[in-house]
């Protein structure tokens, strides 16, 4: 389950009760980068492509944003 934390700027995926943060950080901004250093503002909705991209619509940003996943 991916989770668009649009209160902390983030990308988080939920594995059973684990949460972890693929991206995203605490502040609003338009970044590209790996995980903790890449930057997003109103992060509100997300599709997979397949298994290990995810595209984000970053509607604080106006763009679309691709993630690779682990």
């Known amino acids: 389950l ?3 934390d649009s209160a902390t700027y983030r990308v988080r995926l ?3 009760d684990q949460v972890t943060t693929l991206a995203g950080g ?3 901004r338009l970044v590209d980068g790996d995980g903790g250093s890449a930057g997003f503002s109103l992060p509100r909705g997300a599709a997979f492509a397949d298994l ?3 595209y984000v ?3 604080g940003n106006h763009a ?3 993630l690779s996943l682990p």
């Open 2 to 4: 991916v989770l668009l």
């Open 14 to 16: 939920i594995s059973g």
């Open 26 to 28: 605490t502040t609003s």
């Open 52 to 54: 290990n991209t995810l």
């Open 57 to 59: 619509v970053d509607t």
């Open 64 to 66: 679309l944003r691709r």
